[in-house]
């Protein structure tokens, strides 16, 4: 070969390696572009519960439905970041009903709430998701009870209590305001009634001071989602193993 040939093809060679060392360089930065999404095909619905004429629990001007909204969009963009594909039942601070069936009229607060409840079910149905993630606070008499705490139905469906456990462990660990327990229990309806693992998780208390003024706070409602969304990796992780 001559030299001029030799040259042609170590310029080549140069070129293409140059080329492939920027496109490199171009997506390295971005990891996942070499990984498959670890929530990838997965379909999650996320209900902030509340919303509208029933607000839920308040004090104060703090309303629990508003708190509720703010960590699910939190989640949402988490769960989005890991590939999953994500439904929400609101994203607006009236209901369910207000968002996706506006116009209706009710003879009562009471049946507004029912038919909102079913509206959610129906989503859930429609959907059909691989799992139901149901946001709420909690509130009672007294002040000093704080602490997040996921619950299941004993009568849902079979996985329901190790979504619960999951997520429940990943906040223990990562947000570090309770040493709960995930907890079965029988009043909660859409957790029946949903045919798809789904827990309810009650966030914190609005009943407690110190605990309401983290549960108002951005940087503190996204640790908790954050917490949520990794413990819905760990859940899935189960299957895997």
Do not use: C
Request: hydrophobic residues 40%; glycine residues 8%; aromatic residues 6%.
């Amino acid at each position: 070969m001559g030299k001029f040939k030799k040259r042609v093809v170590v310029l080549a060679f140069i070129l293409i390696a140059s080329a492939a060392f920027l496109a490199y360089e171009t997506f390295a930065s971005d990891r996942d572009f070499f990984l498959p999404e670890p929530m990838g095909g997965v379909k999650v619905v996320i209900d902030p519960g509340h919303g509208g004429p029933d607000g839920g629990a308040s004090s104060g001007d703090i309303i629990e439905g508003d708190i509720n909204l703010a960590i699910a969009k939190e989640l949402e963009k988490q769960l989005k970041k890991k590939g999953a594909t994500v439904i929400m039942t609101r994203t607006k601070s009236g209901d369910a009903l207000a968002e996706r069936e506006p116009g209706k009229d009710f003879p009562s607060i009471r049946a507004r709430k029912m038919a909102d409840l079913k509206l959610r079910e129906q989503i859930a149905l429609d959907e059909e998701p691989d799992m139901f993630l149901s946001i709420h606070g909690n509130a009672v008499p007294e002040a000093k009870w704080r602490g997040a705490q996921v619950f299941y139905h004993q009568e849902g469906h079979p996985r329901s209590e190790l979504l619960a456990k999951a997520v429940q462990g990943s906040i223990v660990e990562n947000v570090k305001n309770t040493e709960r327990e995930a907890l079965a229990v029988r009043q909660v309806y859409l957790l029946k009634k949903v045919p798809t693992p789904a827990v309810l998780i009650e966030t914190g208390f609005l009943s407690n001071p110190e605990e309401r003024g983290l549960l108002t706070d951005k940087g503190y409602q996204k640790k908790m989602a954050t917490a949520i969304a990794d413990g819905v990796s760990d859940y899935l992780s189960q299957d895997v193993q």
